[in-house]
C-alpha cells in the first residue's frame, strides 16, 4: 500500500518506491493510544495503513479538533519531527491503527542514502502546505455548509467512522449545526 502511493504519488518507479519502504515498520496503535502527547517531543512519522487518528488540542477548558488524519495520509507533529520542538498539538488514535512508522533518526539517515530524497521531500512538504492554505481558506471564505461539502467530496468515510463531534470541531461548527447540514443535505 505504502509503496503503490508513494510510487503514484511521487512518479517513482516501484523498486525505488520500495526503497522507500524498506526504512519503515509496521505498528499497531490500538484505539486511544497517543501517537504523540501535546509537550513530548515527535520522534515518528507514519503513514496509515487503516484507522483514524484525531489531532487536538484544549482551549478554553474544550478540546479543538485540527484535523482527523485516516488511510493513505501521514501523520507526525510537523513541528516537533522536523525541528525538535515539543508538540504544540495531542495525535490520538480513535480506532485500531495499523501504521507504517519511520523513526527521525531513520528518515534523516534515508535522506543521506537516496540519491533524489531531497526533491521527494520537497513535494512532500509542498503537499503539506498545500492541505494546510486550503483549510485556511476554506475558514476564511467558505460558509459551513461549504466547509460541510468540501470535507465530504475529500473525504466521506469519516462521516461513517468518526464521532461527529469531532468532524464538527474540525469544521469549526457546533455538532447541531453540522447535524442539521448533514439533514438538508441527505434530503
Known amino acids: 500500500m505504502l509503496c503503490n ?9 516501484e523498486s525505488d518506491a520500495q526503497k522507500i519502504v524498506d526504512w519503515f515498520q509496521p505498528e499497531t496503535i490500538p484505539k486511544n493510544e497517543y501517537f504523540i502527547r501535546k509537550g513530548a517531543y515527535c520522534h515518528k512519522l507514519s503513514f496509515i495503513k487503516s484507522g483514524y487518528f484525531r489531532i487536538y488540542d484544549e482551549h478554553n477548558g474544550r478540546e479543538i479538533t485540527q484535523w482527523i488524519s485516516s488511510e493513505s495520509d501521514f501523520v507526525t507533529e510537523i513541528n516537533s519531527f522536523f525541528f525538535g520542538v515539543p508538540s504544540q498539538w495531542n495525535i490520538q488514535a ?30 512532500f512538504m509542498a503537499k503539506c502546505f498545500a492541505m494546510l492554505e486550503n483549510r485556511v481558506f476554506s475558514f476564511l471564505a467558505m460558509t459551513a455548509e461549504e466547509r460541510y461539502g468540501a470535507l465530504f467530496r475529500y473525504n466521506k468515510e469519516l462521516f461513517n467512522n468518526v464521532q461527529l463531534h469531532y468532524l464538527a470541531s474540525m469544521l469549526g461548527m457546533t455538532p447541531e449545526t453540522l447535524s442539521r447540514i448533514r439533514r438538508k443535505a441527505i434530503s
Not at 5 to 13: E, H, M, N, Q
Not at 94 to 117: A, F, K, L, P, V
Request: hydrophobic share 30%; net charge negative; charged share 20%.
Open 5 to 13: 502511493y508513494l510510487a503514484s504519488y511521487f512518479g517513482l518507479f
Open 94 to 123: 480513535i480506532s485500531d491503527c495499523e501504521c507504517y512508522t519511520i523513526s527521525q533518526s531513520d528518515y534523516q539517515r534515508m535522506g543521506e542514502e537516496i540519491s533524489n530524497w531531497n526533491s521527494l521531500e520537497t513535494k
